[in-house]
């Protein structure tokens, strides 16, 4: 539907409305406030279901979580004040590179700076961690900026844009269908870079001549829905791939025989290979940050051969470390390079070495998974909540700990065959308290999937709203297992290995299963290792939001040894 399509004297919210309906967004989320509700009445009028959240953060969490399971932007709307409160949402989605719209109503337009109504320059605000921030200057081009907006956000490497709306423009009303050339507002304009000839030649030589190479997969390979062509070219040439930290929604096959698991060598011993004897390393949408130690020892050896493929310029900038910068999309270059390429060299027994490393190291903890020890180990118990998840089902993972925990557990099962329809985290901003808000935004994605929440019990107090409010509200079943330690175990234990004392890191034994129950949703205590897998079964079959709280060690995941091994470093450095 062309731009033509507004016409006729409109109310600014109105004209929002209508373009994020004729752009294809049936869903947005927010906090109702006097400041939206002319965006309200047209949101109603158009179609555009709202998610009413009990905080406007709790709202972008969701949205960052919608926009990964449909790989496309969605939107929060928020007044003034809710603006400060999705503030860490906007900090999570930027991150992790969720294209998520972050849209709130500010002061009257004609009386800035003279002190307004929660007057405050929003786009400032959040414009070192956007792709675009914009206050809109004339309530009758909203819909412009929208597109715009919408434009830049889907665009790679995907990420949030932020637009702030005057009040004014909001409640005003305009004569529309004035301007001498309309545009296609419907239209979602997302540009694939080609790999140049010449890269692909340099790329092709490389692994041509390459004995032992690998690939470490980014979130640009989920970005440009690359999964299957990575499988592929990774299974037809038998170069094994790594993922990079912090996961997106639609995983890689983890039983593939060529998929090795995280590239991190505390979490998974197995990458220290690729240091050891990798020749060639092909990262494909990935960045070169703290996660994969910016590209240099440990991860890596600086005799071996960096290939770093991005999508823009600026992301290869910031990629410089490596020897070699391609601008492509990873699929598009997978797909090319798997016509051109032939392999002849590679080491048949590469791919079996790393695997024979990852079982070595996990049949050290096989002991520790199976232990049935009292209170539960939270390996254990993160094992137990995999094995009893399908690959029609979905487990988000929130906390510190239990984040390493899980990776650990991940690591197990990948090698027992359990596969998952999806699995999702915070990204590297590793923001907490985002377990609730996007499992309930999964199964509001993926209805008939069992959606499954790992947390510590430090994480889980600070989901924002009332516990699993917004889950029972909209009646979206969700089971939270929260591995209770009584303590912010991640920071204890780093405190304890490095000072030998602690300081502020206990935490009460809050009965969350009681709350839950109070909230109107299912709630039980577990305190037994024997006792966890019937009582998700129990939760599973209650029909209603389900918390199992579970009383767990304060043991250190090797998340936690391995930071505490960086610090260290860096404080005799």
Not at 192 to 219: E, F, Y
Not at 248 to 263: H, V, W
């Amino acid at each position: 539907m062309k731009n033509d399509s507004f016409n006729g004297n409109m109310q600014g919210g109105k004209i929002l409305a209508k373009a994020m309906a004729l752009k294809g967004i049936n869903r947005v989320f927010s906090l109702c406030g006097g400041f939206l509700n002319p965006i309200y009445d047209g949101c109603l009028e158009y179609d555009v279901e709202v998610v009413g959240t009990r905080n406007e953060m709790e709202a972008g969490f969701m949205a960052s979580a919608t926009s990964r399971i449909r790989r496309e932007p969605t939107v929060v709307l928020a007044e003034p004040s809710g603006f400060t409160n999705y503030i860490s949402s906007v900090a999570e989605a930027f991150h992790s590179g969720d294209p998520v719209i972050f849209i709130s109503v500010g002061s009257i337009f004609h009386r800035l700076d003279h002190m307004g109504f929660k007057e405050m320059p929003q786009h400032r605000v959040v414009e070192s961690f956007t792709k675009y921030s914009f206050r809109i200057t004339s309530g009758d081009r909203i819909h412009e900026f929208f597109d715009k907006a919408y434009d830049i956000a889907a665009n790679l490497p995907t990420g949030p844009v932020q637009l702030s709306i005057p009040i004014n423009f909001v409640f005003s009303h305009y004569e529309m269908g004035n301007t001498k050339r309309s545009f296609d507002i419907s239209s979602k304009k997302v540009h694939l870079p080609p790999v140049h000839q010449n890269d692909l030649t340099l790329a092709a030589d490389l692994l041509k001549d390459a004995k032992n190479p690998v690939i470490i997969a980014g979130a640009g390979i989920h970005q440009s829905h690359a999964e299957k062509t990575l499988e592929s070219f990774s299974n037809r040439f038998q170069i094994p791939y790594f993922h990079s930290n912090h996961l997106e929604i639609r995983q890689p096959d983890f039983t593939q025989a060529t998929y090795m698991g995280l590239a991190d060598i505390h979490q998974n011993p197995a990458s220290r290979l690729i240091h050891k004897k990798a020749d060639v390393v092909l990262c494909l949408g990935t960045k070169m940050d703290y996660c994969l130690d910016f590209g240099e020892s440990p991860m890596f050896n600086a005799e071996s051969t960096l290939v770093c493929v991005n999508p823009t310029s600026r992301e290869l900038s910031d990629n410089h470390i490596a020897d070699h910068g391609i601008l492509a999309d990873s699929k598009i270059f997978l797909e090319t390079l798997n016509e051109k390429l032939v392999c002849d060299n590679i080491d048949p027994q590469w791919c079996e070495t790393i695997r024979a490393r990852r079982i070595e190291e996990n049949n050290k903890l096989l002991a520790t998974a199976s232990s049935n020890e009292t209170p539960i180990h939270p390996l254990q118990a993160s094992v137990d909540v995999l094995q009893m998840l399908t690959e029609n089902d979905y487990l988000i993972v929130d906390g510190g700990d239990a984040h390493g925990w899980q990776e650990t557990a991940l690591n197990i099962t990948s090698l027992e065959n359990k596969n998952l329809k999806g699995l999702m985290m915070s990204g590297p901003f590793a923001q907490l308290g985002v377990g609730t808000s996007f499992a309930t935004a999964t199964k509001m994605a993926a209805p008939d999937s069992k959606v499954v929440v790992i947390s510590g019990d430090g994480s889980f107090g600070l989901n924002p709203g009332l516990p699993l409010e917004t889950a029972i509200h909209r009646n979206m079943q969700i089971v939270v297992v929260v591995l209770n330690n009584q303590a912010w175990g991640m920071i204890r234990n780093q405190q304890k290995a490095i000072w030998g004392r602690t300081c502020a890191t206990d935490l009460r034994d809050v009965p969350f299963h009681k709350i839950a129950e109070a909230a109107g949703g299912y709630g039980e205590l577990v305190e037994n290792a024997e006792d966890l897998k019937p009582a998700l079964q129990r939760a599973f079959e209650s029909g209603v939001p389900a918390l199992l709280n579970v009383k767990t060690q304060d043991v250190k995941s090797q998340l936690t040894i391995g930071l505490v091994d960086r610090r260290e470093t860096s404080s005799i450095e």
